[in-house]
């Protein structure tokens, strides 16, 4: 279980209250139970997280600040059902779920998701994850809109002090008149991340593309405006003493198209994280 009042802020995307992110999902956004009836086979049901996506959802999870675009485009938390099986070569994850969270309104319209995923090598990994909601899934304070299907691959290798990832999307947006998409939309997104760890000091960083493709009804998938694209660049150190952890950031934003506030192509940030863990 996970409780309390947090804040999910991402580069380029203009930043909102805490509030805006906790009453969507609640105080307590994660809270599941799980059995596992036998070795490698596990059942998971309640609020879950989302299997899409290398970015956690929680600041104090994540080598970063802000998260990426990439994650942007991506689910948080579902609430359902999950299977999963695992042995020392691969892992498989099935289940049902709400999607972007549309289980939580008047009309209900469930998800399929699954994951397939290989461990070949000690500290590396290889997964194929896919979401599917159903087309007429309406937006909400989550998701707007809320159909997106999503087809993700995600890798990470650690060597030593060292951890390098990727996470490849891309999401199409069905033609739905219920959903608020009057025309199919398109985007697809890059992210590369690296860091290094020298206990007790740390260094990560992350660069990405991502591109929302021109449709006729204007959706906007990435979060910089429809048919826009850009690259985002991240630089996070962090040090960290017992619980007092101290993270300091950089990011830095270009794209094709005006996107902020005050009509500008590009965006710089700096800002800075102090906390402790228990």
Do not use: C
């Amino acid at each position: 279980m996970i409780g309390g009042a947090y804040a999910v802020p991402v580069v380029g995307a203009g930043l909102s209250k805490t509030s805006e992110s906790t009453d969507p999902f609640s105080p307590i956004p994660m809270a599941y139970v799980e059995y596992s009836p036998m070795k490698g086979l596990s059942i998971q049901a309640g609020k879950l997280p989302t299997i899409i996506g290398y970015e956690s959802a929680f600041t104090y999870q994540n080598s970063y600040i802000q998260r990426g675009l990439v994650w942007n485009m991506q689910p948080i938390i579902n609430n359902g059902v999950r299977l999963t099986y695992s042995t020392e070569l691969f892992f498989v994850k099935l289940g049902v779920n709400d999607g972007f969270y549309t289980l939580s309104k008047k009309d209900p319209k469930p998800a399929l998701e699954a994951s397939v995923g290989l461990t070949p090598i000690k500290d590396g990994s290889i997964a194929l994850n896919v979401i599917l909601p159903d087309k007429d899934s309406r937006p909400n304070d989550t998701a707007d809109p809320s159909n997106k299907r999503e087809l993700n691959l995600v890798a990470s290798y650690t060597l030593d002090k060292l951890s390098l990832g990727a996470d490849l999307l891309y999401v199409e947006a069905p033609k739905s008149d219920k959903a608020n998409v009057p025309e199919k939309a398109k985007a697809s997104g890059v992210a590369l991340h690296l860091s290094y760890d020298l206990k007790p000091f740390k260094l990560s960083g992350r660069i990405e593309y991502v591109k929302d493709n021109s449709d006729a009804g204007g959706i906007d998938l990435v979060g910089l405006g429809d048919g826009n694209k850009a690259w985002t660049f991240t630089l996070t150190p962090a040090y960290t003493k017992g619980p007092l952890f101290l993270r300091g950031e950089l990011s830095y934003v270009k794209a094709d198209k005006e996107f902020t506030l005050n009509n500008k192509k590009n965006q710089t940030r700096i800002g800075a994280e102090v906390g402790f863990m228990f």
